[in-house]
């Protein structure tokens, strides 16, 4: 293996207690890769002797973001949906089936190369972790393939049979929910991580969403759950009752909401592209934060109501629309993210995290909200490899 000293970074963003601050901000500082993982950061001054140098030039140097909700295995294209929402039509859950038609229709080849632009494009903006679901297919052989699909681009795969109820079910949503908590997740379970379910009106209520996920958790996987995000339901609860690593979206909580998370190990993770791109309120964040609540940032990357893989947007959103200081949206869409995904290598520079880095254009990580929509990525790596 061949060790890598960064040297001259501006400011480097640890996340690691150790250091002071919410950020554990290091002034001046290194980092040295040894192949795929951190060996050793602090000053600058004391770094040790690496087989290869390079050169920050004073630039702010973060982890990777951990993108830990999105939605890549689609086909087809929602912008005349768009158009008219932008136009004054309400944003509902039944547009799902637009896509789903165009995803069925798709070959793999369509759907992988689909997932390999969108891994990318995030890539380039310096996510270099993601999370992707299924959900778009809602029969047992397009959901299984999805999650396979998915499974060559990220081992954070997400069965989300239940997304909507498929258009084949409209009259017998109960039959709907045996197919997915019965042979379509004996066919998806060993693609999967996780397992997901929309609790809102139009999509799942909380009996059947509590079905979705106890039969999943069954099966080994780990319980996240949409939460909360066209009105106030029983999501949350539900997410905090089963232990869920994630409740995802919560826009609108009650105060009991905001006290069960606080209280529990379940992440709050926000998705400000979905408001942005619905014109919807946008979850309170300081709220959450005040209580105690652990926040994660994500993008909701899909085709319908967030189509955009910028977590630096997600951050630039969060901090002038949902009361987050510049520190917390950063520390939101690295380490929240890991801790959405319950991972502890990841979202952090420290030794032994995997050498997942960011180096961005600016000097401070304070930029990624100070100058928004502004692409500021100088490098990343991705476990070690330089891959921009």
Not at 133 to 159: C, F, M, N, Q, W
Not at 253 to 267: G, H, P
Request: charged content about 20%; aromatic content about 6%; proline content about 5%.
């Amino acid at each position: 293996m061949t060790s890598t000293l960064i040297t001259n970074i501006g400011t480097l963003v640890t996340n690691d207690p150790s250091h002071p601050g919410l950020l554990g901000l290091v002034e001046d500082a290194a980092v040295v890769l040894d192949g795929s993982v951190v060996t050793w950061t602090g000053p600058a001054a004391d770094a040790p002797a690496a087989d290869q140098r390079f050169d920050a030039a004073g630039r702010a140097l973060l982890p990777g973001f951990v993108d830990s909700h999105a939605h890549l295995v689609f086909a087809g294209d929602r912008t005349a949906e768009f158009n008219a929402r932008m136009s004054g039509q309400a944003y509902t859950a039944g547009g799902i089936r637009t896509t789903v038609a165009a995803t069925r229709a798709a070959t793999d080849a369509e759907l992988d190369a689909n997932v390999g632009r969108f891994v990318a494009e995030a890539l380039r903006q310096g996510t270099t972790t993601v999370e992707c679901k299924s959900g778009y297919g809602l029969t047992v052989a397009d959901e299984a393939r999805a999650l396979r699909i998915a499974g060559a681009h990220t081992p954070e795969t997400t069965y989300l049979g239940a997304h909507v109820v498929a258009p084949e079910f409209a009259d017998d949503p109960a039959g709907y929910v045996d197919l997915v908590t019965g042979e379509m997740l004996d066919a998806c379970a060993p693609h999967a991580r996780w397992v997901d379910v929309f609790c809102e009106r139009g999509a799942f209520d909380g009996d059947q969403a509590r079905a979705v996920l106890t039969a999943g958790m069954e099966r080994g996987l780990i319980p996240r759950v949409h939460a909360n995000q066209l009105t106030h339901g029983p999501g949350v609860q539900l997410a905090v009752e089963l232990g869920a690593a994630s409740a995802d979206h919560c826009t609108h909580l009650t105060d009991a909401d905001v006290a069960a998370l606080a209280d529990s190990t379940t992440v709050a993770t926000l998705l400000p592209g979905a408001e942005f791109s619905t014109r919807a309120p946008y979850p309170d964040a300081r709220r959450l934060l005040d209580a105690g609540a652990t926040v994660a940032l994500s993008t909701d990357c899909n085709p319908g109501s967030s189509f955009t893989s910028s977590m630096a947007f997600c951050i630039a959103v969060a901090v002038r629309e949902m009361g987050m200081t510049p520190d917390e949206a950063v520390h939101a869409a690295t380490a929240g993210g890991a801790r959405a995904l319950r991972r502890t290598d990841v979202g952090r520079i420290a030794p032994g995290a995997r050498a997942d880095l960011l180096l961005l254009d600016a000097p401070s990580p304070v930029h990624l909200a100070y100058r928004p929509g502004v692409p500021l990525t100088a490098a990343v790596w991705r476990a070690g490899v330089r891959e921009v």
